[in-house]
């Protein structure tokens, strides 16, 4: 591999990393992912976030900056702006989650929904980019001329390298690519009035630019440092877990993502009612099944604002809980039933309005029990969406801050009745970044990688899988209905 | 200075207040604590009474006294007085079959046209059905019943186990009024109701009139002086109305262990909707009543899941605003009667990440008790009782917090009265009616809150919950249909 600097915006915190030509993490910084509030919601502090980059770069040992060859950049699909060819921004560059251009796709009949999927492998939604396209040309400051829809990691890289171009995974989270012919889609794209020159040029993520040489200078590296966009952050983790076809990914951020590796799409009728989000691979050969539960280690921040806990706190309740559960003193039919819909519900209903609900609130419940329920709801909830699809994993990856978490793992596994391989290293998307700005294909030696991450096995425990199956036969009705329940 | 003692045997404690006759000032008082079980052996209450007596320095300077207690729960007595099984409680949810067959069999609204009560888990005749169904044993043993408050009068008459003389057993209307073996129409027993749930008779307690006195206190009981006058008693909430001298038009919402609403009628009514409980009074009216089992000790799980003090939690839902942003309780924390579900807890609705804070969770437990609270007052409306103003009592009626957001909730004026025991308080006016042949007039201190903006949200969202959980199914739409 070659050395490298990788750069991984999230949800929550923007991610730095330089590593070695060894895959050694040399270097590592962690800022809050800057944003500031425009008219309609939160949008990207585009200063704060460069400049937090340049700094990290700039304070990196003199002898480390100057060995780097490349930097990686990766995070979260979805967000994007209009961006000239200046490289000024004609549009707010907007998150993820932000829904502003939903009206754009209000008025699409079933058979334009079902136009959108077969095309590009994506239910109808206004997280992704299409709309908010359509949306930010319309409200756009100042001329479009010649702008084009770059996400937030093409837009670091395009001020990196004075290039604008789209990797093929994040391209494939706009609505807007043709799956099949890895093209952007006329016909698409008119669903919303969009002509598809708005999109830019698509690269794979092993394909990069030269940085400017203004760049180059003002942070401190050299002029033939190669940039690259490495994609959507759950695929690019992929790759540097060594993912497989047959094996699922749980990546674990604020959100929790569960990615399969495939050889063919899947758009199929079972696949659209699913909601489950065709994309193609950071390398534009191969193709990915996604689905994102929206609720994943954000659960955490949601517990300690409402229970007034400190992170160490909630770290100490989840470790005691873990030693009680692993005991075999904990009785799930004890514990609250949690559908941990915080910020909305997952595949296969996708509601941006659906809530979350505590029930089974006795005189007696204990904020232990809240905790201890919240994990158990949020596993049951992974295994609701595992099972939309077509597969069953061979093996489960799993990555992330979770790892960090035993009560999760242990709920998940038991639950599951399947063993997870956990990674231990912390920074597995920057991992993967790495490996694709090196050139390297991601199943170059699948294996390899996975251990380089000191993966370790999660068992089953019999007993609590008997125990949660139970649970799950007791409270199986009132979760249904929970579910079904109107937002 | 004549002094009058009133008793309140709680569910949670035994309460023993000593007055002045002539201002209703409370001389001295003391407490004793219940057993936290929903069946215990009634021998704990007397034990509990007996201690309460004591802290209260004794009644030897006393000259009548009264007892109140918690509606209801039976003591099964054999004919030589001796308690022949453990009591269930009112609140023990043991007895929700028996409720259920009991309605099956006669029909839900027969019991409502005979005895003005839609038939609760709570009422005595599920209780005896029940001690029918699970000890038939005890049930053949027994040969009278009589709720907490008979019973403790009786004792205080001096008779108990193995003394016999259970003929000698008294209660007044409103006591039984919550056994649904009663009319408040004729004021007499339904005595085939009784044999129907327990397929026998068994001697009941004389139902006395307001003013009659029930006999004798015995000698040899400690602290309590022979031969003193016993007033003729009643249920907690109707003692409590006669210390509040509640007058038609003013309804009482008591946050207590549960949370209760009731007013004063001239006539029963029936509550087909199978909401309103048509209980009597203690001066010959009507106390028309709506029960949740869960009140203020949901303020006691908010606090402990905040890890803070009740004043924190007050504080912590003032900071919020109306409707909590969304985030709405439904506070069935130990099952519920009103409405039915025994077998529910407690849920926190439309939870996310922007609204799941301290502020809101804490406006939300308040607000969903209170939501379950005012949900009664319409049920009463809907029986044609207007309530004009609405008296706010209990533990947690000093929260500024509930006075506030209560406000916001209400179309009335909300009246908080200083904060006195009002059930020991109304016993001491039934003992001194003893004395006097007349109810006193002792003053009552109260503050009338600011009239708020009305909230609807609060009450929105609470129905919404419930719609979402299938709950708002269990209750059909409400109307009086008043066949009295």
Known sequence: ???????????????????????????????????????????????????????????????????????????????????????????????????????????????????????????????????????????????????????????????????????????????????????????????????????????????????????????????????????????????????????????????????????????????????????????????????????????????????????????????????????????????????????????????????????????????????????????????????????????????????????????????????????????????GAQLLASGQAPDSDAAREWQACGPEDVPVDAGRNATLAEWYDDIRSKWEYFKGAPA | MTLVAGIDSSTQTCKVTVRDLATGATVREGKASHPPETIVDPEVWWTALLTAVRRAGGLDDVAAVSVSGQQHTPIFLDAAGNAVADSPLWNDTGSHAQMVDLNNELGRDEWIRRTGLPLTLSDTVTKIRWLRDVNPDAAARTEAVAVVHDWLTWRLMGYGPGTGGIDRLTTDRSEASGTAYWSGETGEYTLDLFEHAFGKSAVLPTVLGPLETAGLTGSGIPGIPAGIPIGVGSGDNAAAAIALGLAEGDAVLSLGTSGVVYTRTAKPVHDYAGYVCSYADATGDHLPLVATLNAARNFDLGAALLGCTYDELSDLALQASAGAEGLTLLPYFEGERTPDLPHERGSLHNASRVNFTRPNFARAVIEGTLASQTAMLDALQECGVNPSRLLLIGGAAQSPAVQQILTQMVDIPVIVPAFDEYVTKGAAMQAAVTLTGEFPTWAVSAVELDMAPMEPRITEQHESAKAALGYSELVPSLQLTDQS
């Open chain 1, 1 to 431: 591999m070659l050395p490298t600097i990788t750069v991984d915006v999230g949800t929550t915190s923007v991610k730095l990393c330089l590593f070695d030509a060894r895959g050694t993490l040399l270097a590592s910084a962690r800022h809050s992912t800057p944003t500031v509030m425009d008219a309609w919601g939160e949008i990207y502090d585009i200063a704060a976030l460069t400049g937090g980059l340049s700094d990290f770069i700039r304070g990196l040992d003199a002898a480390d900056r100057t060995s780097v060859e490349r930097i990686a950049i990766t995070g979260v699909g979805e967000s994007g702006g209009l961006v000239r060819p200046d490289l000024s921004l004609a549009s707010p560059m907007i998150l993820w989650h932000d829904h502003r251009g939903a009206s754009y796709l209000e008025s699409l009949s079933a058979d334009d929904r079902a136009l959108l999927y077969r095309v590009t492998g994506l239910p109808t939604n206004a997280n992704y980019g299409l709309s908010k396209t359509a949306w930010a040309l319309e409200n756009a400051e100042g001329s479009t001329e010649g702008a084009v829809w770059l996400n937030i990691s093409e837009y670091l890289a395009a001020l990196m390298t004075g290039q604008r171009w789209s990797e093929y995974s994040l391209a494939s989270r706009t609505m807007a690519l043709d799956l099949e012919s890895a093209t952007w889609s006329p016909e698409v794209a008119a669903l919303v009035g969009l002509d598809v020159s708005i999109y830019p040029e698509l690269r794979p993520a092993t394909a990069g630019s030269g940085i400017a040489a203004a760049f180059a200078n003002e942070v401190g590296l050299s002029g033939s440092v190669v940039v690259h966009v490495a994609g959507h952050d759950h695929m690019v983790g992929g790759v540097g877990a060594g993912l497989q076809p047959g094996e699922l990914l749980n990546s674990t951020g604020t959100t929790e993502g569960l990615l399969f590796a495939q050889t063919a799409p899947s758009l199929d009728e079972h696949a659209a009612r699913s909601k489950l989000a065709n994309g193609i691979s950071n390398t534009g050969a191969d193709f990915t099944l996604f689905a994102s539960i929206p609720t994943g280690g954000s659960a955490f921040a949601t517990l300690q604002s409402m229970l007034g806990l400190t992170p160490e706190a909630l770290s100490a309740c989840i470790s005691d809980l873990s030693v009680r559960y692993a005991a075999g003193q904990i009785d799930p039919r004890e514990a609250p039933l949690v559908l941990p819909q915080f910020r909305g519900s997952p595949p296969p209903t996708k509601r941006a309005s659906a809530r979350g609900i505590i029930s089974g609130i006795r005189s007696d419940t204990s904020v232990e029990d809240i905790v201890f329920g919240t994990f158990l709801g949020m596993t049951l909830q992974f295994r609701d969406v595992l099972e939309l699809f077509p597969q069953t994993p061979q093996s489960i990856k799993v990555i992330g801050p979770a790892s960090k978490n035993p009560l999760w793992l242990s709920l998940k596994a038991d639950l599951l009745g399947t063993p997870l391989s956990v990674s231990r290293f912390p920074e597995v998307v920057s991992r």
